[in-house]
């Protein structure tokens, strides 16, 4: 099995445009969020387990399910948020190891694994090494405006309810500094990809 590294990062640092970079030097990125949604497809069991929970309430009017409304239920509330994740947890885990046993073939020799919460997990760990996209966090703050549509104090309690940016970086093995000027992001993970690479096919790995 090819090694997998994780991807994480502070709310609103680009995790996605990252890994959108690495995607661009033939690396397969698994990304936990698409994984998300596909658990909780209309007639999925992951989807009547969260009716079950919370109620009819949380579907669009197509019967799918209304992500933002989940949010609001579980934001705030460290007991909704539990039950949510002890639902979801165990769903997304077992569909990320049916793509990453479906991309055995991908071109470079790892994979990569998008997440919001590997470090809050302690899902890192699991990884052979850790990625982590940081940001100042007056970029964030504007960043959440421009793409969400929050309040500057909106913005800031979802910052505020993450774990600090600086606890996630103290474990990385590497760290992407996306600051918005994309072309020093994109020599960052050229960077990180070749020292990759390198890992990954030296006889101390094989």
Same mark, same amino acid.
């Given at each position: 099995m090819?090694?997998?590294v994780?991807?994480?990062?502070? $709310? ?6 990252v890994a959108?970079?690495f995607?661009?030097?033939?690396v397969s990125?698994?990304?936990a ?12 069991p992951?989807?009547?387990? $969260?009716?079950?929970?919370?109620g ?15 949010a609001e239920i579980v ?9 949510l994740?002890? $639902?979801?947890h ?14 055995q073939?991908?071109a470079?020799?790892y994979?990569?694994?998008?997440a ?6 302690r899902?890192?760990?699991a ?14 703050r504007?960043?959440?405006i421009a ?5 500057a104090?909106?913005?800031?309690a979802r $910052?505020d ?6 606890r996630?970086?103290?474990v990385a093995d590497?760290?992407v500094?996306?600051?918005g ?12 990809h070749?020292?990759l ?10």
């Amino acid at each position: 099995m090819k090694p997998v590294v994780g991807l994480t990062g502070g $709310i609103a640092c680009g995790k996605s445009t990252v890994a959108s970079m690495f995607a661009d030097l033939g690396v397969s990125v698994i990304d936990a969020d698409d994984l998300a949604r596909e658990v909780v497809e209309p007639g999925t069991p992951g989807l009547q387990m $969260i009716v079950d929970e919370f109620g009819k309430g949380v579907l669009d009017e197509a019967g799918g399910l209304d992500r933002k409304k989940v949010a609001e239920i579980v934001f705030g509330d460290e007991e909704a948020r539990e039950t949510l994740n002890a $639902i979801m947890h165990p769903l997304i885990g077992a569909a990320g190891a049916e793509h990453i046993k479906a991309q055995q073939d991908s071109a470079a020799p790892y994979l990569l694994y998008e997440a919001a919460l590997l470090v809050e997990t302690r899902a890192y760990e699991a990884f052979s090494a850790l990625i982590v996209v940081s940001a100042e966090e007056s970029l964030q703050r504007l960043r959440l405006i421009a793409r969400d549509g929050y309040t500057a104090a909106e913005a800031n309690a979802r $910052i505020d309810s993450q774990l600090p940016l600086e606890r996630k970086v103290a474990v990385a093995d590497y760290v992407v500094t996306n600051n918005g000027d994309l072309k020093s992001t994109r020599a960052q993970v050229a960077a990180i990809h070749e020292k990759l690479v390198a890992r990954f096919t030296s006889k101390e790995w094989a």
